[in-house]
């Protein structure tokens, strides 16, 4: 008797298993402390502003974030978000996403995290629901030999049709099926990783998707509550 094909459940991050979208609390957390020049503030405020419409091209603005960084030393940006991240988004990860992980791996299926942020958020996020690093798909910024940022990011950014390339790479390179797999997620930019999978799933939902996922008859859910320590 042959086994059934190998399933991934992938997860969004922000807004799915997190009750926040962490990009829009960072921007928020470097104005506050006088990090952020009111120029880079205004643009940061038009990209929310596009991300929302499900007009963002995440290349480009993947591209111009990552110039910003430019020599800056991992570590120092790690330790500095690692604090901001234990003080104002661990608790926001919702019980119900940690309790669909754990039925995922009940049933065998491979958990991923397929987030367009970069590992500086969803590496925190992982650790949480004990996903390992190599099965965290991510907006990867380039680093040199010293650890430094480039100021260069290592394309596709993963987000929209990226969040597609990198879950095919993926899935190819484990024998992952698909089209018999699982998406998670709460945002209408996610449409082409929704039509990709089998079993799309609509978590918290803007208000786009939440028309679309009515239209297609997908699945909608509510992931609020808190998870515990």
């Given at each position: 008797?042959?086994?059934?094909?190998?399933?991934?459940?992938?997860?969004?991050?922000?807004?799915t298993l997190l009750t926040v979208n962490s990009g829009e609390l960072w921007v928020r957390y470097m104005w506050r402390t006088g990090?952020?020049?009111?120029?880079?503030?205004?643009?940061?405020?038009?990209?929310?502003?596009?991300?929302?419409?499900?007009?963002?091209?995440?290349?480009?603005?993947?591209?111009?974030?990552?110039?910003?960084?430019?020599?800056?030393?991992?570590?120092?940006?790690?330790?500095?978000?690692?604090?901001?991240?234990?003080?104002?988004?661990?608790?926001?990860l919702t019980a119900e996403g940690r309790a669909r992980i754990a039925e995922h791996r009940d049933q065998g299926h491979q958990v991923?995290?397929?987030?367009?942020?970069?590992?500086?958020?969803?590496?925190?996020?992982?650790?949480?629901?004990?996903?390992?690093?190599?099965?965290?798909?991510?907006?990867?910024?380039?680093?040199?030999?010293?650890?430094?940022?480039?100021?260069?990011?290592?394309?596709?950014?993963?987000?929209?049709?990226?969040?597609?390339?990198?879950?095919?790479?993926?899935?190819?390179?484990?024998?992952?099926?698909?089209?018999?797999?699982?998406?998670?997620?709460?945002?209408?930019?996610?449409?082409?990783?929704?039509?990709?999978?089998?079993?799309?799933?609509?978590?918290?939902?803007?208000?786009?998707?939440?028309?679309?996922?009515?239209?297609?008859?997908?699945?909608?859910?509510?992931?609020?509550?808190?998870?515990?320590?």
């Open positions: 008797m042959s086994a059934g094909p190998r399933v991934a459940a992938f997860f969004d991050v922000d807004r990090r952020l020049p009111l120029k880079e503030a205004a643009r940061s405020i038009l990209w929310i502003v596009q991300y929302r419409l499900g007009v963002l091209d995440f290349e480009a603005v993947t591209e111009r974030a990552a110039r910003g960084y430019a020599g800056a030393e991992w570590a120092t940006i790690e330790d500095d978000i690692n604090q901001w991240f234990a003080a104002e988004i661990a608790a926001t991923v995290l397929l987030t367009s942020g970069t590992r500086f958020v969803a590496g925190p996020v992982a650790a949480m629901v004990e996903v390992a690093a190599d099965d965290v798909l991510c907006t990867e910024l380039e680093v040199d030999d010293d650890r430094r940022l480039t100021g260069r990011h290592l394309p596709p950014a993963c987000g929209g049709p990226g969040k597609v390339t990198r879950a095919e790479r993926y899935a190819a390179a484990r024998d992952l099926d698909l089209g018999a797999s699982y998406f998670y997620t709460d945002s209408f930019s996610d449409l082409p990783m929704l039509e990709r999978v089998g079993h799309p799933r609509v978590i918290n939902p803007d208000s786009r998707l939440l028309r679309h996922a009515r239209r297609r008859g997908w699945e909608i859910e509510r992931w609020q509550q808190a998870a515990r320590p």
